[in-house]
């Protein structure tokens, strides 16, 4: 470490670094017992500090340099003194990892860790960058969600610490584990399949992933963060491990944006590709964070599109896409009645959610239909979106909902949006489906739905199962080297003509 921390001096000594950002140095031991970090912040910080209590639990130890001083940490602080500018900590890896029990499955040679259980920040940050290296022993990876910046000539990798809304803890992962850059609908997912106990199928994985990518690709021709971190945790318990290919699934907003899935790893790709989690999950990147209290918005478009989006992608047929945004529509408004959407998700019960989750959805779709009806098939919630996308997208901060139902209203031909958010968020009942369902032939039967041609709006019901691009992906996903820009782009470019024909 000593050695890298020459390094980093000499910089500051040719003047290149100098008060132009927060640098960290970051190095994992060969067992993966212990995170070395050398944490260099600009001159003006008084030290470091914790996001998270439990930070100080996995500090083992932390130096002052020059000086050489001993830090003793208060609970969230390392402090620097007079003519100290750097400073070297330890942290145990091995425990930080297994503070977390959905992480207790992996195998020895990769560990996964929340970083805000190692990242001590500079305090105050200010508004420089914080740009962070990682010195990598031989046949050690790194997944982070941040930027990626150039690697060094030395081949280190290096990052810069996004703005971001921070919905969860960010997930890092260290060792040996199978990291994929897929390039798939116009965007570069960095996908990290962690290793298990179990042995799994790692290239089933990536094409699962890119399966998903592509369907989420339907609503405008492109994922929608074209630099999404994507993590995959094993969770078997033994070979012939019989639970759900993908028993929990999320999306984390800090640092950047990432997918966690955790996953049975002995399932196979078609176990994988019938499963809604990840089309769910990916969808939810199509808009940004809203503020948590308001998370029927952010759930109800998920709910409604992964149906959508897994009949374009050819995994449902548009009956059964239909037939289930029907079945959930009746699930939540049988769901606490009594209460609106904004109440019913605070009370966290079973009831409590199908309320949140498929109240929004019904918004989402009622405000799809419209804009069809009104444009006459011109316009439509993936154009909205996709104009989302370009203007705002990621997005470094957290909205409100009636913000962001104001700004899908400014990117529509017609305002639909925010009338329907300011109807139905604090009303007690239901979204009012029946009406629309009616108008696009869509009756809902003991055993599936039928469609009535002749309703009004039948060609609405078709045209959004339809949607505007179809995914096709027949290829194996193809995994390519960070550094082969030549070989990036021709893979992007043949995966891209494979989703989306
Ligand atoms: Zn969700």
Not at 209 to 234: C, D, H, K, M
Not at 295 to 309: D, F, M, P, T
Request: hydrophobic share 40%; charged share 20%.
């Amino acid at each position: 470490m000593r050695n890298l921390l020459c390094v980093l001096l000499a910089i500051w000594t040719f003047g290149v670094n100098a008060n132009q950002r927060h640098d960290y140095l970051v190095t994992a031991a060969a067992d993966l017992a212990t995170l070395t970090v050398l944490a260099c912040p600009r001159d003006s910080t008084k030290g470091l500090v914790a996001t998270t209590d439990l930070a100080a639990r996995f500090l083992r130890r932390a130096v002052a340099l020059p000086s050489g001083r001993s830090i003793r940490p208060g609970t969230r602080r390392l402090d620097l003194s007079q003519g100290e500018r750097c400073i070297e900590y330890v942290v145990d890896l091995a425990g930080a990892s297994k503070a977390n029990q959905r992480y207790q499955r992996l195998h020895r040679s990769n560990r996964a860790v929340a970083i805000p259980h190692w990242l001590w920040l500079p305090d105050p940050p200010g508004a420089i960058p914080i740009e962070v290296f990682f010195e990598l022993l031989e046949e050690q990876k790194v997944s982070v969600p941040w930027t990626e910046l150039p690697a060094q000539e030395d081949g280190r990798p290096h990052y810069r610490i996004p703005n971001s809304p921070r919905s969860d803890d960010g997930v890092s992962v260290f060792g040996r584990f199978e990291n994929c850059r897929l390039r798939i609908a116009g965007a570069n997912l960095r996908v990290a399949a962690v290793r298990g106990t179990v042995a799994g199928h790692p290239q089933e994985l990536f094409n699962w992933v890119a399966n998903a990518a592509a369907n989420v690709a339907t609503s405008y021709g492109r994922f929608p963060n074209e630099l999404a971190q994507i993590i995959l945790i094993p969770s078997a318990r033994n070979a012939g491990d019989r639970e759900e290919p993908v028993p929990f699934g999320k999306v984390i907003r800090d640092g950047g944006e990432a997918v966690v899935f955790f996953i049975n790893q002995q399932r196979r790709q078609a176990n994988f590709v019938a499963d809604w989690t990840a089309t769910h999950e990916f969808a939810h990147l199509l808009i940004p964070y809203i503020n948590n209290d308001e998370n029927w918005i952010s759930e109800g478009l998920a709910s409604y599109y992964q149906n959508v989006l897994m009949a374009r992608g050819g995994t449902y047929s548009a009956a059964k896409a239909w037939r289930k945004i029907v079945q959930g529509f009746k699930r939540g408004e049988k769901s606490v009645p009594h209460l609106s959407l904004q109440n019913a998700m605070p009370i966290g019960s079973w009831d409590g959610i199908m309320k949140t989750y498929w109240g929004g959805a019904a918004i989402f779709m009622m405000a799809d239909v419209e804009l069809r009806e009104h444009s006459d098939g011109a316009d439509s919630l993936d154009q909205v979106l996709e104009k989302l996308q370009a203007c705002c997208l990621p997005s470094s901060r957290s909205w409100n909902g009636r913000r962001f139902f104001r700004k899908l209203d400014q990117l529509s031909t017609t305002p639909v949006f925010e009338q329907l958010y300011e109807r139905y968020r604090d009303a007690p009942g239901f979204p009012d489906y029946e009406a629309y369902l009616r108008r696009l032939g869509v009756r809902l039967t003991s055993r599936n739905v039928k469609f009535d041609r002749a309703a009004p709006s039948a060609a609405v019901a078709t045209a959004i199962m339809a949607g505007p691009h179809r995914a096709r992906v027949n290829e194996p996903a193809v995994c390519v080297a960070p550094d082969d820009q030549n070989l990036a782009t021709r893979n992007a470019v043949r995966a891209a003509s494979a989703a989306l024909q």
